[in-house]
């Protein structure tokens, strides 16, 4: 049996396929390190490795319970151990990416990449701002062109342009502009403006027009040195707690209709990548990330991926365990590594986050037998923690 874990199980064929020249298809001989400069990560709260930390955010992950099963505790990550980005990086033997806030702050070394999401973050600017300060996919790419410009320091034009020509670029936004704005219409208007085909439509236009008008956000990506990236589509939104929990339908079972509204959006994604890659012809790659595929698979068949509980998170509070304040004494799982899914956020968030144990047990197995088939065939003092996290390289 294969095994394939969420975002994982595409993620790791997509950077394979992308770390070989389209032009060189038919005879190229892949590596089994794909050989990535640096990994620029663009996102939410599935990818955010501290960003919020340094903001007014109720979108936060720097304390406990987080990072509860890693031996330096919170640092951010919305999840009890590490994240998919941290896992490619030990992939392909890097350090684990600074985010943007560190880098800035502490002066973290940026040649290796750097993680710019944003828990609460999404494709519109107004998305989750009900929580507070988020940093959006806007503000994501203009902090990436100032990583560029302090690149300038480091090395000549030619360099930098070879450089950033074989980084990857991973883009994951979508989930916050649904279950953070679009489904909730007692703070936003989005669903009664427009129905579920035509605000999917709203949402790949901002997705290409966000920066600047006439310049599309994935052009200005590419302008700026970029050659290589990975789009992730949205999960089945409507299998998270936060959707099974609103009483609606039978007990643990998903909203069809949320998903319906997903797919549409993931439809137009991926027609958005088979544009892009004809825009291009090859001097550029875009792929799309099935994440929807990857993860419908493990909620039909829990069992043979080592799951037992798909429809409740590990920690928090009501029948589907969604939230968990700081100061809330939390009953948190005793075999975490039963549960799919696992939510310590705050009540007002209400998201899903996968576990590590979904990210880093079935990753490693499935980066086996997936590499022995392919051989086959802003500014502030530096304060305690992050002093701790910086002596850790987290």
Request: charged fraction near 15%.
């Amino acid at each position: 049996m294969v095994h394939r874990s969420l975002m994982v199980w595409i993620a790791f064929w997509t950077l394979l396929l992308i770390s070989v020249s389209v032009n060189n298809v038919s005879t190229a001989t892949l590596s089994p390190m794909p050989p990535f400069s640096a990994m620029f990560v663009f996102g939410d709260s599935l990818v955010d490795n501290g960003n919020n930390n340094y903001l007014a955010s109720f979108a936060k992950a720097n304390y406990v319970p987080y990072g509860i099963d890693t031996s330096w505790g919170p640092t951010g990550r919305f999840s009890n151990g590490k994240m998919l980005v941290d896992l490619l990086g030990e992939l392909f033997g890097h350090p684990y990416l600074p985010s943007f806030a560190a880098a800035q702050i502490q002066g973290r070394n940026i040649t290796w990449g750097v993680n710019y999401a944003s828990a609460a973050a999404g494709i519109l600017d107004e998305t989750g701002r009900n929580l507070g300060a988020r940093i959006t996919f806007n503000q994501q790419v203009q902090n990436f062109q100032t990583t560029v410009t302090q690149l300038k320091t480091t090395m000549d034009d030619m360099n930098l342009s070879q450089y950033l020509a074989k980084s990857l670029a991973i883009v994951n936004h979508g989930s916050n502009d649904y279950i953070n704005n679009y489904l909730l219409s007692g703070l936003y208007s989005s669903s009664f403006l427009y129905d579920p085909k035509t605000y999917a439509d709203i949402l790949i236009q901002q997705y290409k027009t966000q920066i600047q008008e006439g310049a599309t956000i994935l052009q200005r990506l590419h302008d700026l040195g970029l050659r290589k990236f990975l789009l992730a589509g949205v999960g089945p939104l409507g299998c998270i707690p936060n959707q099974i929990s609103k009483g609606l339908f039978p007990s643990g079972m998903c909203v069809d209709d949320v998903n319906a509204m997903v797919g549409i959006f993931n439809d137009r994604l991926r027609s958005l990548v088979d544009e892009l890659n004809t825009q291009y012809n090859g001097s550029s790659i875009f792929v799309y990330g099935n994440t929807y595929a990857a993860l419908t698979q493990i909620i039909q068949d829990p069992i043979a991926y080592g799951f037992v509980v798909t429809g409740r998170a590990c920690c928090g509070v009501k029948s589907v365990c969604l939230s968990c304040y700081v100061s809330d004494y939390c009953i948190l799982c005793p075999n975490r590594k039963m549960y799919m899914q696992e939510n310590f956020f705050k009540d007002q968030i209400k998201s899903i986050h996968e576990t590590r144990i979904a990210k880093e047990d079935d990753f490693e197995r499935m980066q086996q037998e997936e590499r022995e088939k392919v051989m086959q065939s802003s500014t502030a003092p530096l304060n305690a923690e992050d002093r701790r996290l910086r002596r850790m390289n987290i």
